[in-house]
């Protein structure tokens, strides 16, 4: 549900709601251990300077301010109203609510839709009353939120500063782990935090959206367990990451996971990596593990992009410096190749024994110059071939290591990094093994807003963001005009749902050819007489038989498919032995003939498959096929619209690319003839939404130079039922 407009040129509602003139608190209490204390201590320690209203029938004051024993008695009309009372309350609360003016609710009790059925009835009733009064809603089963900017703390979160990173979080124990590492790291700072909880009225699209709205968030960043409206959140994610990074952990990445986020707010989990593919195809960083959240957002946030992902490393230790390269690899980035000149500057200014390929080791030339690194770092950032630096290894330390005489030379050579940084659009990015001591030359990059890591995997994760950034940023996504429907293809699948079915195979790939899209020769057979004619049109050809039936979906488990046929007694013993089998299978099914082609010659098996997902509406899937995708499960998912660049990814992001490229001398497949496809069936199902499902498999991909590129094998096509 969203009652939110949307509209491009519309300010979101949530400004007003998150930077309230006043707050009603609810079942505020003086009690320590209550949320209703503690929001209110958050406001006052905060110096929020709008009114507070503490809400309580049995006191007169709570921490020296007024209370009032009711909505009804304020004196005043807040904004903004917390609810800290039971979940039975919550309906005629909101109604309350609307009749004094107030026009948000911060609802904390659980005990809604992701306890059960009476919690979702609960639930049902709360947002009749919300939409009766006019009261948005943000919870129920929220942790609360913070403005660190507008001085409101409803959590009393101690220690949190104010500054560039927000953050929406389904769970309240994963922001604290967050405020935590931030206190830690010394440096980082929020703008605001909310906890979306069951998301039953403003969901993750609208908190994105107003993140990406509020000036003072750099970065966006979330925590994820499932999303209510996912279509309308890529589309507001595609418009937010278009100027501001958007960072995404998104947890139920297993079947375990997945169960725990839905008892946990009753979200749809949803199939992890076709989320994770969805996101980044908006400009999203997706990030795997939990300690990454931080260090990302803080390096999205001060850093923003890298041109591309070729990377410089510049280290003062070998191991570092291959452990360094191990991780860049793993992480799609490449070792940029130096060019001839930037090699000669380098050898100028390091002693003999320095390795001048990338990784760069100075192999001992800064001990008695620290600063010498940071001339290093300004001869690779010069090179063309360059997009983004990594610096690794001892930086900060060197008057710890040797002599506290090199301290100024290092805290010189830091201020000479930090300007290197700040005038030029490749980052540099800095490890060092120093950073948890954090000695002045470190200290005084990070508060110059240059962020230095204590984890070499932690900064890479930090460069493949920028450079998957920066990519996504410069490569235009143009999509086509769609198709429109034609006659014989609304006429195939009018008669199917007619008739309750799905499409036969035949009609499946009558309606691909239909819109062009290359199908091999077909013969639908519903008489074995019928098949003296199949013989003189194929020729002298192998042949393939499969059994038609709407009622037998696995054709080879019931003995349904019959190859390499050849001649007319061959045809005419395989559809006996076909229309005996499928009886045998199941004496119910409709035997309503066979289709006959010819056999496809050998290829690399792929699929190509759509299917309408609840959440995040029509996906379209390329992997390895036949076996290979229930086994493997090597695909990747992309949401429609695609577009060309889309369906590119979809290709190279399969991680068996070596047999997509040729194994043992074998030519690689014709690519380019795939996401050609790609856009066709993406196309086809733009034209028709009758189409609930769609799967090619397999496929068999040829080498470039085959007249087609491909042979569709099988073809199934699942019709939208008539209610």
């Given at each position: 549900m969203n009652r939110f407009n949307e509209s491009h040129g519309s300010r979101s509602p949530l400004h007003t709601l998150l930077s309230p003139t006043g707050i009603a608190i609810v079942g505020a209490s003086a009690d320590p251990t209550k949320r209703g204390y503690k929001a209110l201590l958050g406001l006052i320690k905060g110096g929020y300077e709008g009114a507070i209203y503490p809400i309580n029938p049995k006191a007169e004051q709570i921490l020296d301010i007024p209370a009032w024993p009711s909505l009804a008695d304020m004196p005043g009309t807040p904004e903004l109203a917390l609810l800290c009372t039971p979940a039975a309350s919550v309906p005629a609360l909101i109604a309350e609510c609307g009749r004094q003016g107030i026009k948000g609710a911060v609802v904390l009790a659980s005990g809604f839709g992701e306890t059960g059925a009476a919690?979702?009835?609960?639930?049902?009733?709360?947002?009749?009353?919300?939409?009766?009064?006019?009261?948005?809603?943000?919870?129920?089963?929220?942790?609360?939120?913070?403005?660190?900017?507008?001085?409101?703390?409803?959590?009393?979160?101690?220690?949190v500063r104010a500054g560039d990173i927000g953050i929406v979080s389904q769970s309240g124990n994963m922001l604290l782990a967050l405020a935590l590492e931030a206190q830690h790291n010394g440096q980082v700072g929020f703008s605001s935090y909310i906890g979306p909880g069951n998301q039953s009225d403003i969901g993750f699209n609208d908190y994105?959206?107003?993140?990406?709205?509020?000036?003072?968030?750099?970065?966006?960043?979330?925590?994820?367990?499932?999303?209510?409206?996912?279509?309308r959140f890529l589309d507001v994610a595609r418009q937010v990451t278009a100027h501001k990074p958007v960072v995404v952990y998104k947890s139920g990445a297993t079947e375990q996971g997945q169960k725990a986020a839905s008892s946990h707010t009753g979200a749809l989990a949803g199939s992890y990596q076709m989320t994770v593919d969805l996101l980044r195809q908006v400009g999203v960083s997706v990030v795997q593990y939990s300690d990454e959240i931080l260090p990302v957002a803080e390096g999205l946030g001060q850093l923003q992009q890298a041109p591309g992902k070729r990377v410089a490393v510049i280290s003062d230790g070998g191991g570092q410096a291959t452990i360094a390269a191990d991780r860049l690899a793993e992480a799609g980035l490449s070792l940029a190749t130096l060019a001839p000149s930037t090699r000669h500057a380098l050898e100028e200014v390091l002693l003999p024994q320095a390795a001048l390929d990338n990784p760069v080791d100075v192999a001992g030339s800064s001990d008695a110059c620290p600063s010498l690194l940071a001339r290093c770092v300004e001869i690779v950032m010069a090179d063309p071939g360059v997009d983004s630096v990594f610096l690794v290894g001892m930086l900060g330390g060197y008057s710890l290591r040797f002599s506290e005489s090199l301290a100024d030379d290092e805290l010189q050579g830091a201020k000479q990094l930090l300007a290197l940084a700040q005038g030029s659009e490749k980052p540099l990015v800095v490890y060092s093994?120093?950073?948890?001591?954090?000695?002045?030359?470190?200290?005084?990059?990070?508060?110059?807003g240059l962020p230095v890591y204590a984890s070499i995997e932690h900064a890479v994760r930090v460069l493949a963001a920028l450079g998957e950034r920066g990519e996504y940023l410069t490569q235009a996504r143009r999509l086509e005009t769609p198709w429109q429907p034609t006659a014989k293809g609304a006429a195939l699948l009018a008669g199917a749902r007619a008739e309750g079915r799905d499409l036969f195979e035949f009609e499946a790939k009558a309606l691909l050819a239909e819109h062009g899209i290359a199908v091999p020769p077909q013969w639908w057979v519903s008489q074995a007489d019928e098949l003296t004619s199949v013989i003189e049109q194929a020729g002298q050809q192998p042949l393939a038989m499969k059994v038609v039936s709407r009622d037998i979906l696995h054709k080879s488990d019931a003995g349904g498919v019959k190859l390499h046929l050849s001649g007319e007694e061959a045809l005419r013993e395989a559809f006996q032995a076909i229309q005996h089998n499928a009886h045998a299978y199941d004496p119910r099914a409709r035997f309503e003939g066979v289709l006959v082609s010819p056999m496809a010659q050998p290829g690399v098996e792929v699929i190509i498959g759509m299917f309408r997902d609840p959440v995040f509406g029509p996906v379209v899937m390329f992997g390895l096929g036949g076996i290979f995708v229930e086994v493997l499960e090597d695909v990747a998912f992309r949401a429609l619209p695609l577009s060309e660049r889309d369906a590119y990814a979809m290709v190279e992001q399969i991680k068996a690319q070596k047999v997509l490229d040729g194994v043992r001398g074998a030519a690689g497949v014709d690519k380019p003839a795939l996401v050609a496809l790609l856009m066709q069936v993406s196309r086809l199902v733009e034209a028709y939404p009758e189409i609930q499902e769609l799967d090619l498999n397999p496929v068999l991909a040829y080498p470039q130079g085959h007249p087609t590129g491909y042979a569709i094998v099988d073809a199934r096509i699942i019709v939208e039922r008539d209610q």
């Open positions: 919690g979702a009835a609960l639930e049902e009733a709360m947002m009749a009353a919300a939409e009766a009064h006019g009261v948005r809603i943000i919870g129920p089963n929220t942790s609360g939120l913070f403005n660190l900017h507008q001085r409101i703390n409803l959590l009393d979160l101690a220690n994105l959206r107003y993140l990406g709205e509020d000036p003072h968030t750099r970065v966006a960043t979330l925590y994820v367990e499932g999303f209510r409206d996912g279509r093994l120093y950073a948890p001591i954090k000695p002045p030359a470190l200290r005084h990059l990070h508060e110059s």
